[in-house]
């Protein structure tokens, strides 16, 4: 009986390889298409009004507002999930949604309107599942098997990268021998058979349904606190929800102003105020209300949280606590992503200025990311951890997401020093970009790849989808920290401050995006310190 017992233990669900195919597939589709994305835009007629000196700008500002766009719909997917149709039906109709994107960039690439509505549907279709697979595959383990989830979501992770591996390889090479058309439409067709994995698989999911609605749901705990009155007492947390909120409303007006300067009769006003405003562009405005609403709504309801146990039950006040506990892990691995995204703009600009072989595309040096994710994830876990562990040391999750961080301010430390070289004059092989890419995708795996596991044991039953949205939320904030950081070096002010310190700006931009991860590095550990591991894995 026992030995039965431990068979069935030790296997993995059967529907999990419907779920790896979907992801390979869809990942390929995704990095296919973005990782040709700046490269495109800077050769084609879509943005012939930029001139060339700002035409990479641009591009750059592009790649990251789409991302920024991929990263925030989590939050649209996780809700829909959670509060009305499950993680299945999500996942597979913006799916739909999303080849359809893909459709809209193969037909009409030279269509202005056409190819910003493709990005746009994209965003929201990758953004719809992106919570959810992870989530979905998790759902599929319970008690009895969850020590081999880890091993999943490790192979998870292997078989995006497995995707994105191909995908760097070939379709910069598809774009410039067979043109926009093709680049663009492979993804596609490689969307649509992921879908369709997926949709086969049907019959063998375990399907969570959502939670019915629950009077001591996150919303409602954190609605109580808020609003709490408790004779004596002040409400700070209020307070400070509602200013921040109220700020969040006034980014939202700055990022009507252009739309507004459009409007007969109070365009005039809206010129004005341009003047008195920074124009930091719709995206960024929005972005900021985004986080400003997080973070005044969070810090908030923890100073009165307490207030809430009158009208909820303790588990549900705790559960609330250990969200907002979690949320402030995320927080501060926003720098890492910041990081992280460039590579796909910032450091494919500097490869186009390096020396490379005429057949060679600088964006297909970001398939030396993929692949050594491929050999690092079971190196760190046949070798790496287990010696760690044989040391005395045991590398738990966030003690990997800390390393991780600083691993990406090493790699940044070593591409800025190549720039220098480059603006001294001397010529400087592609080849070099090799050591910086192997130290950011090493933070990759210790952050990324720990980060997925880590989001979902920690998520309550009920919230699963929302916590992975909001670890997806990340990588929206890190694209608006180089959004910001973008905006900020067009002010005159700035671009002289950067030329005292004799170096070009590329150069000085390097420098400080490593400073800003070992310093959020620094932070980061010393909150992990004081933080405790969850176990919201379902029963057997």
């Not at 995707?163 to 090479?173: C, K, Q, R, Y």
Request: charged share 10%; aromatic share 12%; glycine share 8%.
């Amino acid at each position: 009986m026992s030995t039965t017992g431990t068979a069935v233990e030790a296997q993995l669900p059967r529907q999990i390889p419907f779920i790896i195919g979907n992801e390979a597939c869809e990942r390929f589709s995704f990095y296919g298409m973005r990782n040709v994305l700046v490269q495109f835009l800077i050769t084609s007629l879509l943005l012939q009004e930029v001139t060339a000196p700002g035409r990479e700008a641009e591009a750059k500002d592009i790649m990251h507002s789409f991302m920024i766009g991929v990263y925030f719909f989590p939050l649209l997917g996780g809700w829909l999930a959670d509060r009305f149709f499950g993680k299945y039906r999500t996942i597979l109709w913006f799916s739909l949604v999303y080849c359809a994107g893909h459709a809209c960039l193969a037909l009409l690439e030279q269509h202005r309107m056409g190819f910003f509505l493709g990005l746009g549907l994209i965003a929201l279709g990758a953004g719809g599942i992106k919570p959810l697979v992870a989530s979905f595959m998790g759902d599929q383990f319970d008690q009895s098997n969850k020590r081999l989830a880890k091993i999943v979501f490790d192979a998870f992770y292997w078989i995006i990268n497995f995707g994105s591996l191909f995908a760097s390889l070939l379709i910069p090479l598809v774009l410039k021998r067979w043109g926009p058309q093709w680049a663009f439409g492979i993804p596609g067709i490689l969307m649509f058979v992921a879908t369709l994995v997926f949709w086969l698989g049907r019959r063998r999911y375990v399907m969570m349904p959502p939670p019915p609605r629950d009077p001591h749901s996150c919303a409602k705990v954190v609605k109580t606190a808020l609003l709490a009155q408790v004779s004596g007492q002040t409400r700070p947390g209020l307070w400070l929800a509602s200013t921040s909120c109220a700020a969040a409303a006034v980014a939202l007006v700055f990022a009507a102003l252009p739309w507004m300067a459009k409007i007969p009769g109070i365009a005039s006003a809206s010129v004005s105020l341009h003047v008195l405003i920074p124009d930091l562009g719709t995206v960024i405005y929005l972005c900021m209300g985004l986080v400003l609403v997080l973070a005044g709504v969070g810090a908030g309801s923890w100073i009165q949280l307490e207030r809430a146990r009158r009208i909820h039950p303790d588990a549900a006040v705790d559960g609330v606590r250990s969200i907002l506990r979690v949320l402030m892990i995320f927080a501060l691995t926003t720098p890492f992503f910041s990081l992280f995204d460039q590579k796909a703009s910032t450091w494919v600009l500097q490869g186009q200025t390096m020396v490379k072989p005429d057949w060679f595309s600088p964006a297909q040096m970001q398939a030396l990311n993929p692949a050594l994710v491929m050999l690092l994830i079971p190196f760190n876990n046949l070798v790496l951890y287990p010696l760690l562990r044989k040391l005395g040391y045991e590398p738990t999750p966030l003690r990997r997401m800390t390393a991780g961080i600083t691993f990406s301010g090493l790699a940044w430390i070593v591409v800025g020093g190549i720039q220098l070289v480059i603006d001294g004059g001397d010529p400087v092989s592609i080849a070099w970009q090799a050591l910086p890419y192997m130290l950011l995708t090493f933070g990759e795996v210790l952050v990324s790849a720990t980060g997925l596991e880590f989001a979902y044991s920690q998520a309550p039953q009920s919230m699963k989808g929302v916590v992975m949205s909001f670890w997806n939320l990340t990588t929206t904030i890190g694209n608006l920290w180089v959004l910001m950081v973008n905006a900020a070096v067009r002010n005159q002010t700035v671009t002289d401050g950067i030329a005292v310190t004799g170096m070009g700006e590329t150069a000085f931009l390097m420098f400080f995006f490593a400073g800003f991860a070992f310093l959020a590095a620094l932070a980061f550990g010393l909150y992990a310190r004081r933080y405790t591991m969850s176990d919201h894995y379902r029963g057997a």
